[in-house]
């Protein structure tokens, strides 16, 4: 770990604003990520997830502050050559086939991977003289992704990378991103999928109005919201049961009720002391997606918007 | 040396891509020819000076499509699927993207206009080699200036409205320069119009390096064409740079 810190960062916002029209869209945001890490960036529509994606990758440059890639300026051919970037809805030629693409992405780094093992890892296989344009959603996907890890990149860039896959390309796509961060390759993800997150990062860095609200392990984000659910069928009242120890919510759906609680054995204790009928009972933590949800909330400015529908990453 | 090779894997890609569409390809090359080959040669057969004429005002009009549309509406189609942006990130050094498609807008032209070439030589036009060189080069290097003033609407329009803008201007430089049909048969209000296009100018000189006019007002007609591809040229980087602002 100490090692790691006196390595110089992969990639860096320090004190980053960029306006974009007439919003806000980073407000002075810092991120530094280190080598090795894979660091899920979350946060609601409009946080500044793909401004701070853009302004990484050298497309676009900070009103302050600055952005580093690799102690680089990103906009320097040299630092991108050791970045791979996997863009949202970026397209592809319709007219060259997969070979032909990833082998023109491979010619633009110094020591590209070869064209065979490309296609192993994106799971191309057998698609090589197919025409970009005549694949499904899915499998471009899959070939945006091979033409990321074309440069053998130290650092990965992922947004919202499995966009459109079915579960199999999914499970295959995180084993493909396991194994770069294996090798020792620096990842920043953005997703919708907080399951994603979950499978592949090592940090979580939820933002909101263009500033980091949270930063940490997902154990550590999940533990920000200190309540977990127990989930059962019971003949206690509701009266009853927000009356048991340390329950701060109750709520039923059909036969089922779920207990949100900031001790789940006081709160087990005192139910099944009173009810020997418990049935069918499950107790789980906070869900990341739960505890990124409620951080988000809580950042909110306006208690309006507490109050609505906060969509999350 | 690396540099340099990106360069030309790039343009292989794009000319790769170019031949993949022969929606594209096959009337870019064939209308200019199609064109010539039945007005240029069989309407005027026993008069080769008119072939001749006509050749000197076509490789300029071989050069306007490929250019114009593979270089400018193309973009903007590129642009829209975000595709450029991809390539503005990758470790491409900067300008490769369009130095690539220059290069595969240059090879469509250069086809062009080398069959034109072969369909004038055995339609019975006659000139020394230098005059060949001269008029066949001069048809290539056009392609500079409308290839710019087509990137010009490709980073600026959708790429349904680039389009139809280089629809629109692509008609306009052939009917207005002169390259149809000879100024002269037109109303005069037409010539005024011609002095603004390109095409006119190029076809001005055209015709004296294809010994079929005098020498005359070459550098007007060169500092025409300087300006409008210096014009073109600053609001195409000026495009180019809006995108990364």
Redesign the interface.
């Known amino acids: 770990m100490s090692a790691e810190f006196s390595q110089p960062p992969v990639a860096a916002l320090r004190q980053a604003v960029k306006r974009r029209g007439a919003t806000l869209a980073l407000n002075g945001l810092d991120l530094v990520i280190r080598p090795g890490q894979c660091v899920a960036l979350l946060g609601p529509n409009g946080a500044g997830k793909s401004t701070s994606v853009a302004l990484l990758?050298?497309?676009?440059?900070p009103d302050e502050g600055e952005a580093r890639l690799f102690d680089g300026d990103p906009r320097d051919?040299?630092a991108?050559?050791r970045?791979g970037?996997m863009?949202q809805?970026?397209?592809?030629?319709r007219?060259?086939t997969v070979r032909?693409?990833v082998d023109?992405?491979r010619?633009?780094?110094?020591k590209p991977r070869p064209l065979d093992e490309i296609v192993r890892l994106a799971g191309l296989e057998g698609l090589e003289r197919r025409?970009c344009g005549a694949l499904s959603g899915g499998q471009q996907r899959r070939v945006q992704f091979a033409?990321a890890i074309a440069?053998r990149p130290d650092f990965l860039v992922l947004d919202e990378p499995t966009t459109g896959m079915d579960i199999d390309a999914r499970r295959g796509l995180w084993t493909a991103v396991r194994a770069e961060i294996a090798r020792g390759a620096a990842v920043l993800l953005t997703t919708h999928h907080l399951d994603e997150a979950e499978a592949l990062a090592d940090r979580i860095v939820v933002i909101d109005h263009g500033q980091v609200i949270a930063d940490g392990s997902p154990e550590a984000i999940k533990s920000r919201v200190s309540a977990v659910a127990v989930r059962c069928r019971t003949r206690l009242s509701d009266a009853e049961l927000a009356g048991l120890a340390r329950v701060t919510g109750v709520s039923r759906e059909g036969g089922r009720i779920t207990l949100l609680t900031t001790s789940a054995p006081a709160t087990l204790r005192e139910l099944l002391a009173r009810d020997e009928t418990v049935d069918d009972l499950t107790v789980a933590g906070a869900s990341l997606e739960d505890a990124v949800t409620r951080l988000v909330q809580a950042s909110a400015p306006a208690p309006k918007n507490a109050q609505s529908q906060v969509e999350v990453a | 040396m690396h540099t340099l090779l990106v360069y030309v894997r790039e343009a292989r890609a794009q000319i790769v891509s170019t031949w993949h569409t022969p929606q594209f390809l096959i009337p870019s090359v064939a209308l200019p020819l199609l064109f010539y080959g039945v007005m240029g040669l069989g309407l005027s057969k026993g008069r080769e000076e008119i072939a001749h004429m006509m050749l000197a005002n076509y490789v300029i009009f071989a050069a306007i499509a490929p250019a114009m549309f593979g270089f400018g509406a193309a973009v903007a189609a590129e642009r829209e699927a975000k595709l450029i942006e991809l390539k503005q990130i990758a470790p491409l050094p900067a300008g490769g993207y369009l130095a690539g498609r220059l290069a595969a807008a240059l090879a469509l032209v250069a086809s062009a206009i080398g069959l034109l070439g072969v369909l004038a030589y055995f339609g019975g036009v006659v000139m020394v080699p230098w005059r060949w060189a001269a008029t066949l080069g001069l048809g290539l290097a056009s392609a500079v200036p409308f290839a710019l003033i087509g990137l010009n609407i490709g980073l600026r329009l959708g790429s349904q409205g680039a389009t139809a803008v280089a629809n629109l201007l692509f008609l306009g430089f052939c009917l207005f320069g002169g390259l149809w049909m000879p100024l002269s048969l037109m109303p005069g209000w037409v010539a005024k119009i011609a002095e603004v296009t390109p095409s006119y100018h190029l076809g001005q000189l055209s015709m004296m390096l294809s010994g079929m006019a005098p020498m005359a007002d070459v550098q007007r007609h060169v500092s025409v064409l300087a300006a409008i591809s210096l014009a073109a040229m600053i609001g195409a980087w000026a495009g180019w740079r809006r995108q990364t602002a």
Do not use: D, K
Request: no cysteine; proline share 3%; net charge positive.
């Open positions: 990758t050298g497309r676009l440059r051919v040299a991108r050559g970045m970037v863009l809805e970026a397209g592809l030629p007219t060259l032909e693409q023109l992405f010619g633009y780094y110094r025409r033409l440069g």
